[in-house]
């Protein structure tokens, strides 16, 4: 079984739309890091997560881990075109790098 | 078939020498990919390789750190004069040779202890 699970799967949103990205472990974590993924590029560090109740922002990517650090949000507001990418949470459970399935978005104009 | 490879696990060197780190990708794949991760922080992109080329080196430190991954043979992070601020977890990831295939498979990582 997965130890991240992300949810959606996929995601299609029209441009200016807010959304939502979602990830659910098991077991607390102890660090909870939000990456972006495009064909031909590394993965991109969007923000870290530790204390329970945290919550980041960068530009319009909002982050949060909930008080039982077991999930964590991805919230991007007002949605556009360079958003568009594969967003992965990933975490470090049993000393292994551990990543989620991943959350294709797709922004349509 | 074996996952991404990666050696040594641990490594530790002393101010001033060398470090090699390895990484052999998934069989079949021809993309390899390098990144670091320092304490208390998220992994950073350094360097997008495929075979005989760097495709992409925009994450990596202008000196002492180099890559390379020859037509035969594992990928190599080479990183000439370590200092402390080297001491990091370095991870590859390696993707197939495919058009919309984006999945990257990481390897364990190797942790860089400078003395």
């Known amino acids: 079984s997965q130890e991240l699970e992300q949810s959606p799967q996929s995601l299609i949103v029209q441009e200016g739309k807010n959304l939502t990205i979602n990830c659910t472990s098991s077991k607390t974590l102890y660090g909870l890091y939000w990456y972006k993924q495009k064909y031909g590029e590394g993965l991109i560090f969007l923000m870290m997560l530790q204390k329970g109740g945290e919550e980041k922002s960068h530009e319009k990517i909002t982050a949060k881990l909930d008080e039982k650090k077991q999930q964590s949000s991805l919230h991007i507001t007002a949605s556009q075109p360079s958003h568009a990418g594969i967003y992965l949470c990933?975490?470090?459970?049993?000393?292994?790098?551990?990543f989620g399935t991943g959350t294709r978005l797709t922004i349509i104009p | 078939n074996a996952g991404v490879m990666q050696n040594p696990r641990h490594l530790v060197r002393r101010r001033g020498q060398e470090a090699r780190l390895r990484c052999s990708p998934m069989?079949?794949?021809?993309?390899v990919y390098w990144y670091r991760q320092l304490p208390e922080e998220g992994l950073k992109f350094m360097v997008y390789l495929q075979k005989e080329n760097i495709i992409d080196e925009s994450g990596m430190p202008k000196e002492r750190f180099s890559a390379e991954f020859p037509k035969e043979g594992p990928s190599i992070l080479r990183i000439q004069q370590v200092v402390r601020g080297d001491s990091a977890a370095y991870f590859c990831?390696?993707?197939?040779?495919?058009?919309?295939?984006?999945?990257?498979?990481f390897g364990p990582g190797t942790r860089l202890l400078v003395l």
């Open positions: 990933g975490a470090d459970i049993s000393e292994k790098l551990t």
């Open positions: 069989k079949g794949h021809s993309h």
């Open positions: 990831a390696s993707s197939p040779n495919q058009a919309g295939e984006e999945t990257q498979y």
